[in-house]
Each structure stands twice: as C-alpha cells, then as structure tokens.
C-alpha cells in the first residue's frame, strides 16, 4: 500500500471518514511532541548545554532525520503496530475503533501532562489500540499476541536495559577522567552532551515516528475500505509531516516534562547528563534494530535514574521517580479503558 502526496490530499477532501482519522493522528503525533519527545533534550537543557529554544530546534531536525534513515534501513517497528491489533473485516467498525483508541491516547496524555509527568505515547498508543480491539470484538481474538510480546520485551528492555546502561556509562567516564581537573572538562563534555542530545532526538523518531505512521497508514487503509492490508510503504512525504507535527508539539509544551525529568528528578553535571543521554540512545538504537517498539520515555528517565544512582542512590528524588511508575503502571488499563470504552460508544453513536 502506497499513496502520492497530491493523491493524499485528494482523498482527504474527498472522504470525510479519513479526514477525521487524519486529524485525530496528527493530534496524537502532536501531543507525542508535546509530551514525549522532551524527554530526549532534557538533560542538555536542564546541565544548560543548550537553550530549550535551541534544544527544541534541534529535536524537530534530528527526530526527522530519525525517522527518515531508520525507517530506510528497518521498518520493522511500524510494521509490528500496524499489525498488533485487528478491528475486524468491516472497514467501518474498523475505522470507528482505530478513532476510539487515537481519542483514549489524546486524553490519557494532556492528562498526564497537566501534572508534568512524562507518560509514554508508546505504551499509550499500545494500550489505546489494545483497549478498542477488545471491545470490536468482545474479547481477546483481536490481539495479535506475537506483536504484544514484543511489547513486552520492549517494557522490560527499556526499564532496566536503560537503569544499567545509565550506571555503567557514568562510571566508566568517572574513571577515565578521575585524575583530570574539573574545569577542564566543562566545555567538552557540554558539545558531548548537544551529541548525546541529538542521538536522543534521532532515536526518539527512529522509534516513535515509526509507531505513529504505522498508525497513519492503517487508517489511510481503513478509510479506503481496505481491511486486509498486510503491506506498505513510507512515503517521503509522511515522514515530513509527522517530524513537522512532533517538533511543533515540543515547541508548544515540552518545558514541564523537561523540567521534570531533566531538573527535578535527579541533579546532573554536564558529564552525567551525557551518560544519560549516551545510555539512552544505545538502547534505543539496539530495539530499533531489533523491532521491538519501547518508551522513548522509559528508557531515558532509567538512564537518568541509574547515572544519579552511579553516585548515590539519595541523589535521585524518589518521589518523582514514583510519580512516573505509577504512571507507567496505569497506562495499560488505564488508557485500554478509555479505549475500550470510547469504542463502545463511537460504535452507539456511529
């Protein structure tokens, strides 16, 4: 499955259904920037390596580029969304289930984000999707459980994956550089960490992006009446847009999560926040290459929590760092549930 920009544009005059679709996965793409892209640039903003202006330029550049050479090279993430649920062989209900899960998502993050914690899009978008299934359906057989497996792969990856890698990197630069003067290592670990914070971002599209044009492109299918495509391809033009929505969605509201994760949870040095970001990207890189779609947010609030930890385990605020699993642990049903309950009324209604 394959469209042209301009064939695109004709379609969403012309078809009422995929123009709501559209709309509600650009929102989503949105509030991914708003909510969770932050994370990729908030330890270089919050050790002042970069101005959140500059930083949030930078995160709309490389999470394109992110998303662009990822997904030239494996789309096996946005493959493993496409496929993780089935709405069922009627287009329609179909297409009414994939809108009930893009509003679950929109609702569990601006919701997270008027508390300024970091949720994961991920895992809502998943669980979004989980939830509205399970109600077209009236039980489990929408669930592609391969595809869910590798989710929770991811989970397990990007939690503790993340933590030790964050450890292990931090003590590695305090070792190298144990008998070397401070001062002198300010100005190059500050263009280290605008690297870091750049692979971040990269990553960041790498992953995310790839989740949400697997999402963009089924109901483009769905819309056309099409319930049965199993393949696709990426159109230059997608990538463009979703980078242009993410980065204006960081541009709008990225500081809170920015200062949650990067200042108010653990207190970084230049050095730490580069291990952090290091960590954090590595990870991220070797999911990616793997096709197990995880939290971007996950993985980089574990790095931050096992560099503060590399030092001492009082140096991290605990109290944020539970905010954040209380919020990771209710997302599953949390936003299934709205999913499934906003399925259920869109097919009353619709």
Not at 12 to 29: D, E, G, M, R, S
Not at 168 to 182: H, N, P, Q, S, T
């Amino acid at each position: 499955m394959t469209t042209t920009f301009p064939g695109f544009l004709y379609e969403v005059t012309h078809n009422f259904p995929l123009l709501i679709t559209v709309l509600l996965t650009l929102a989503v793409i949105l509030v991914n920037g708003w909510t969770d892209a932050p994370n990729a640039i908030a330890t270089c903003v919050s050790t002042r390596a970069m101005s959140p202006r500059a930083a949030i330029l930078m995160a709309a550049v490389f999470n394109f580029l992110g998303i662009l050479v990822m997904t030239m090279f494996n789309k096996t993430v946005a493959q493993t969304i496409y496929k993780m649920v089935d709405f069922g062989d009627d287009s329609h209900e179909a297409l009414v289930g994939l809108c009930a899960a893009m509003v679950a998502i929109v609702v569990w993050a601006v919701a997270a984000w008027v508390f300024g914690i970091p949720t994961s899009e991920s895992h809502a978008l998943i669980a979004g999707l989980t939830g509205a299934a399970i109600a077209m359906h009236g039980g489990l057989s929408g669930i592609n459980g391969a595809e869910w497996v590798k989710v929770l792969y991811g989970l397990v990856l990007s939690t503790f994956l993340g933590f030790f890698l964050g450890y292990f990197v931090v003590k590695c630069i305090e070792a190298l550089f144990r008998g070397v003067d401070r001062r002198k290592t300010l100005t190059p670990f500050r263009w280290a960490q605008v690297g870091g914070g750049a692979a971040m971002a990269f990553m960041h599209g790498a992953q995310d992006g790839q989740k949400f044009m697997g999402v963009f492109l089924l109901g483009m299918a769905l819309s056309k009446g099409d319930s049965g495509a199993t393949d696709f391809v990426i159109p230059f033009w997608l990538i463009l847009l979703c980078s242009i929505v993410m980065g204006l969605g960081t541009s709008i509201g990225g500081y809170r999560i920015i200062k949650a994760v990067g200042m108010d949870m653990v207190k970084l040095e230049k050095y730490q926040g580069f291990s952090a970001d290091a960590a954090g990207a590595g990870c991220l890189l070797l999911s990616s290459l793997t096709g197990i779609p995880v939290s971007t947010t996950h993985t980089k609030t574990t790095a931050i929590m096992g560099v503060g930890a590399a030092r001492s385990l009082r140096r991290v605020n605990w109290g944020i760092v539970g905010e954040m699993v209380a919020t990771w642990l209710l997302t599953f049903p949390g936003c299934g549930l709205i999913g499934f309950l906003m399925a259920k009324a869109f097919t009353f209604f619709f």
